[in-house]
């Protein structure tokens, strides 16, 4: 091979078969996604998320929750996703069209949250679980999220919004622990996370 | 000198001529080359740095856990980066041009632009890693780097690029070494695949459920398209370079060379198995993954063969036992991979430890030694200097090879363990977790060992720039065979 045309018109060609086929298709066949109305309910699916959730799925991105964590429920055959309850279904491409980025994910140190909010719908569970992993999950070794969370002298009455933290590491008399707006917006997020809504290409399986 | 070579009558040339010829290319190379070994070497040590952190954060949750910068989640992406992209690619750029200089058989033209490349590329890295440090990583893997980095690095590789292209329009003529098409297709595909993928997931990201799709063909396309063509092609040079006998086969090395062009750039679905995607999409890759073995076998035979009746040579030469480690862990690392999209065992072994072994097996194993038994070779070439001590040599080679070693088999005994505790419903997912722990605990020793060869490395790298100690005239060699000549062939 000593001939410069063919080597780069064979180094172009090779790859732009996969171009086409893993980049061009996905974009022209499954970036084309829109919302469905239920019939019934007359809901909006997959339901738009609400403003702090959106900002919730920067601070997923930016605490780079999806190292441990996947938000995929996978087919019959494939692993024991159902089996566990992580979901009533598999995922479909629908269920990611206002996921951006898509979370995914390709490890499971901790468990799949496609629809945590639904298995975890306690707002307070949430914020003790990112303040101590351990307290509310035994054995857990999730990180904690404590830089989340703002420890502040009790001024006058205890504030509305402030956890109730477990020991051991509770706040000194006089102070409690308040979550920062990332905190309430990753919450939000993780509460808006329950895809067991039913799809046209993925009805809900009888339960 | 260039001119001289060529238009002298080939009977005419003599061996003291190509010499001369050859200490010309290389020392016309010398200013980009140590530019990029030097920043890989300072990027590595930064990799390892966040490597450790993120190793221990899984033993010891708490570890550092009260500033936002230091979580694990950040951690571990900048670990990443730093490795890939500020290690691995930047010692492969050097070396890369340095090859292309040797093949091209000219010296170094239009420097400016590498140098230019290089201080792009730094820039770009250093505002990438801080970038997700302080929260501004995308969770795209393979691409966290913020958009106001990645465009750095894009601007470095094009002009890598453009840079590649001139040096091979002005090439002296004459025959084209099989190393030189694994170098141009990277340089050429590289920049294509990376600009693609960041256009449409960070600049101007298309909906979520194409999102996994690009970002899996460019995970997979950045190892088999652009990091391991360049270790191929470095192992193709160094192999008959240090043996002084030719590469066995040409054909097989044709054949070798367009299979894994055809197949390995169709093989990323093979991460999304299972997941929201077209059966027929998935399928593809999980074919393109079996295929593999065509190039995979047909690289082990020829890289083999060649080396076969001279395995001797491991003994005396640094390079060559550092790239033959390599080029053996390519073969593993790759049948391992073909076995991993097969989704009878892909279901054991998604979404695990298992996977984060079979990556180091691939980019440190295979990528990482070869790239250091090139930098072995290369820097006493264009510095002029050689290496301080055989003995760093040796304590750095055995320490990263248990180092890794041990790396993959813990991560892929605890990956086995967790995967199959994960199949089983009847297992609480925390179980799952305590299957993995002890592996997690070894998993760090070994980064210990890792990160004790890589400052023995950084020592050694670092007095041969300084050129301490006195002028030897013998390459340094492992053992008493100070005598050999290592580079008695013209490739």
């Not at chain 1, 490890?107 to 569970?125: H, K, V």
């Not at chain 1, 006058?156 to 006089?174: E, K």
């Amino acid at each position: 091979m000593n001939r410069m045309p063919v080597l780069v018109v064979g180094i172009f060609l090779t790859f732009l078969s996969s171009w086409l086929g893993l980049v061009a298709y996905p974009y022209f066949a499954l970036a084309r996604y829109t919302p469905v109305t239920d019939e019934e309910t007359g809901d909006i699916l997959p339901p738009p998320l609400s403003g702090l959730a959106e900002r919730g799925q920067e601070v997923y991105a930016s605490a780079g929750c999806i190292y441990c964590h996947s938000q995929q429920v996978r087919q019959v055959g494939y692993g024991s996703d159902l089996e566990r309850g992580w979901g009533a279904r598999p995922t479909v491409a629908r269920d990611y069209m206002r996921e951006n980025p898509v979370f995914l994910g390709t490890m499971r140190t901790g468990p799949d949250l496609t629809n945590i909010g639904a298995r975890q719908p306690s707002e307070m569970w949430h914020h003790q679980h990112l303040y101590q992993p351990g307290t509310v999950s035994p054995g857990s070794i999730m990180p904690s999220y404590k830089y989340l969370y703002e420890v502040r002298k009790i001024e006058g009455q205890r504030s509305a919004d402030a956890i109730d933290v477990l020991p051991p590491d509770t706040p000194p008399d006089g102070y409690e622990v308040v979550p920062t707006y990332e905190a309430e917006a990753l919450v939000a997020y993780l509460l808006s996370l329950n895809r067991n809504y039913p799809l046209p290409e993925a009805p809900e399986p009888p339960q | 000198m260039s001119a001289t070579l060529t238009e002298a009558h080939p009977s005419t040339v003599t061996p003291e001529m190509e010499k001369a010829h050859r200490a010309l290319i290389d020392e016309s190379t010398r200013l980009p080359v140590v530019l990029f070994y030097a920043s890989a070497v300072f990027w590595l040590l930064v990799g390892t740095v966040f490597a450790l952190l993120a190793s221990f954060k899984m033993n010891a949750p708490t570890l550092l856990d009260q500033w936002g910068w230091m979580t694990f989640g950040r951690v571990r992406p900048a670990h990443l980066n730093a490795v890939a992209y500020g290690w691995a690619a930047s010692a492969g750029i050097g070396t890369g041009l340095w090859l292309m200089a040797r093949l091209c058989r000219t010296p170094l033209r239009h420097s400016k632009l590498l140098i230019g490349a290089a201080i792009f590329w730094n820039i770009g890295l250093l505002l990438g890693t801080l970038g997700i440090l302080s929260g501004d990583g995308r969770s795209i893997e393979w691409l966290e780097f913020p958009n106001y980095a990645s465009f750095m690095l894009f601007v470095a590789f094009g002009l890598i690029a453009v840079w590649a292209i001139i040096m091979f329009r002005f090439r002296e003529p004459g025959h084209v070494y099989v190393s030189q098409w694994y170098l141009l297709a990277a340089f050429l595909w590289f920049p294509w695949l990376y600009s693609t993928a960041n256009l449409l997931l960070n600049f101007e990201p298309i909906q979520g459920g194409a999102q996994g799709a690009v970002n899996w063909w460019y995970g997979h396309n950045a190892l088999g398209l652009w990091f391991t063509p360049l270790g191929l092609a470095t192992a193709y040079y160094l192999i008959p370079k240090v043996l002084g006998r030719p590469i066995h086969s040409y054909y097989l090395s044709i054949l070798g060379f367009w299979s894994l062009a055809l197949f390995y750039s169709w093989n990323g679905m093979h991460h999304l198995i299972g997941g929201p995607f077209p059966a027929w999409l998935i399928s593809a890759s999980v074919v393109a993954s079996v295929m593999m073995f065509i190039p995979v076998i047909t690289t082990a035979i020829n890289h083999h063969m060649t080396v076969r009746g001279n395995f001797h040579a491991l003994k005396w030469s640094p390079t060559l036992r550092f790239t033959v480690f390599g080029a053996m862990c390519y073969t593993l690392a790759s049948v391992q991979g073909s076995f991993m999209a097969i989704p009878s065992l892909n279901i054991i072994t998604h979404f695990t430890h298992y996977t984060v072994g079979h990556a180091h097996l691939g980019l440190y194993a295979f990528f990482t030694m070869i790239m250091f038994g090139a930098m072995y070779y290369i820097l006493p070439r264009v510095v002029g200097w050689e290496w301080p001590s055989a003995r760093l040599i040796r304590w750095h080679f055995w320490l990263v090879a248990i180092g890794i070693g041990m790396m993959v088999v813990v991560l892929t005994i605890g990956g086995i363990l967790q995967g199959l505790a994960l199949l089983d419903p009847n297992i609480t997912f925390m179980a799952t977790l305590d299957y993995t722990k002890p592996w997690l605990f070894l998993r760090s020793v070994s980064g210990v060992l890792l990160t004790a060869g890589h400052i023995v490395f950084a020592v050694s790298f670092t007095l041969l720039l300084l050129k301490v100690g006195s002028l030897r005239t013998a390459p340094t060699l492992f053992g008493s065979d100070q005598g050999r000549q290592p580079e008695p062939l013209n490739v």
